[in-house]
């Protein structure tokens, strides 16, 4: 192709005639220029194929992420539930004769429980890491990650201080609690020695004259009403999140 266009070239030389060859010579740069631009296009366009993959792998690694710490999250409220409501029921029974057969219960599943969410992060914190955030082109999207990320990051902070208040508590019952650990529990630890009617009818008596416990109890239950609020707040952003990511994967289908 390239001696075809030299060949007519050294034609219209040799035959002096200038004006045409200045004519052709403009129309093969023309023609270079929109080869060039062809070729650019084609390049842009893989290119924007290749970010486009990226980006829909990226969104499917992340739904799989977020839809575990949907599962997390759900769970962990659900526990947390339980904490509350227990926290509540206990401290009903160290001020009245109310559901004592089960103060064992609303120790071990409230006053001493803990539970927390915990996200799986790994793909967004591997896209902030690399510094690639950009191949993520929902707008919304980015941001929702953004505050969710903010909200994990700074929405622990009274974490320590419910921790110190569960081993507080722990702490304050330690020298009958084991008397009023539920039957299940107990069997399940390994501990098959059976608790007397006494020892229990004991522990009971200890423990509604623990005043310093009461009063870490109560401290503890408005805690964990907070933090479950708080839960229930990042099982928002999740679901958000998810809603977010399922739309852009429609319209890339």
């Known amino acids: ?55 829909v792998a990226i969104l499917k690694a992340m739904k ?86 903010a909200e994990i990051k700074y929405g622990f902070e009274d974490e320590d201080f419910c921790l110190d208040l569960t081993s507080s508590l722990v702490e304050k019952s330690s020298n009958y609690a084991a008397y009023l650990e539920p039957e299940r529990d107990r069997k399940r630890n390994g501990l098959n020695k059976p608790i007397t009617e006494e020892e229990r009818n004991s522990a009971i008596i200890r423990h509604q004259k623990n005043d310093s416990f009461l009063g870490v109890l109560v401290t503890k239950s408005d805690l964990e009403k907070n933090r479950l609020e708080y839960q229930k707040n990042i099982l928002k952003f999740v679901e958000n999140i998810i809603a977010q990511i399922e739309s852009e994967l429609v319209k890339k289908e």
């Open 64 to 149: 799989t992420d977020f839809l575990e710490t949907q599962n997390r999250t759900k769970a962990t409220i659900k526990n947390q539930t339980t904490v509350v409501e227990f926290c509540y029921k206990l401290q009903i029974t160290m001020n009245e004769q109310k559901n004592i057969d089960s103060i064992g219960e609303y120790i071990y599943r409230g006053a001493i429980s803990y539970w927390r969410v915990e996200p799986v992060n790994g793909t967004y914190d591997g896209l902030i890491g690399s510094g690639k955030t950009d191949v993520i082109k929902n707008q919304k999207l980015k941001s929702l990650l953004a505050e969710f990320s």
């Open 1 to 55: 192709m390239i001696k075809f266009f030299r060949k007519i070239r050294q034609k219209l030389l040799t035959e002096n005639k200038f004006s045409k060859y200045l004519i052709y010579a403009i129309g093969e740069i023309i023609l270079v220029v929109i080869g060039i631009l062809i070729a650019l296009g084609i390049n842009n366009l893989n290119q924007n194929r290749i970010a486009e993959n990226e980006e």
